[in-house]
């Protein structure tokens, strides 16, 4: 039987997509699609029909849907390598300015999958924990790059941590901004910015 050449809701729009873009088309739909449901509720049927490919590609460029998973996680916590990012320039006022502009731009993105992410029994999951801790040295690394900081040995370690428990806050204050509508973005912005010239004005003074 010829089909009528509608498409319907449930099926996929197929699209023409070299490799890079098809993998990349389909971690956006995970991304999007583990942000907006549990681990367990999200079906790699409908990851794939979002994604516009078929559902064996799925297999074929992340394997099982943990390995997925996985990739969403680490896509989403983990920080653009160094080189790929255009560091902020200037007094630091201004260098933090840039940074919380940068960061305000990801949680307004992505903010409802960071937040989810790594959230389904992380603490019996060494390799998602792994994952996250990674992702923390490298943000914490990146933030102190940015700020021009260039402490070494226990003067480092101290501002890692410093800019470690920053993160914290950062997810708190995105979960109440994002989630609870408890703050606004713009409350959001305050906050994390004067608590970041506070613990930067610290480690670059050697307090820590």
């Known amino acids: 039987m010829r089909s009528s ?9 197929w699209r023409r997509l070299d490799p890079d873009d098809r993998r990349q088309a389909i971690l956006e739909s995970a991304i999007a699609a583990f942000g907006k449901q549990s681990y367990a509720a999200v079906q790699m049927a409908e990851v794939a ?11 074929h ?3 099982t849907k943990r390995d997925l998973y996985l990739a969403v996680v680490r896509e989403m916590m983990i920080v653009p390598e160094l080189e790929n990012v255009r560091l902020p320039t200037g007094d630091l006022d201004a260098r933090i300015a840039a940074s919380v502009d940068w960061l305000m731009l990801v949680l307004g ?29 490298r943000a914490a690394q990146r933030a102190l790059d940015a700020i021009g900081f260039e402490g070494k040995g226990a003067r480092h370690e101290a501002a890692m941590a410093a800019i470690r428990a920053f993160g914290g806050l950062v997810r708190a204050a995105a979960r109440e901004w994002l989630y609870r509508e408890a703050l606004s973005d713009k409350q959001v912005r305050v906050l994390l910015t004067e608590t970041l010239v506070r613990i ?9």
Do not use: K, Q
């Open 5 to 13: 050449g509608v498409v319907t809701a449930s099926e996929p729009r």
């Open 49 to 59: 029909r979002d994604a516009g490919v078929a559902r064996g590609l799925l297999n």
């Open 61 to 63: 460029y992340f394997g």
């Open 109 to 137: 993105r992505h903010g409802a999958t960071w937040l989810a992410v790594g959230a389904d029994g992380v603490g019996d999951d060494e390799e998602i924990r792994a994952i996250l801790d990674e992702a923390d040295d």
């Open 200 to 208: 930067a004005e610290m480690v670059m003074a050697d307090e820590m």
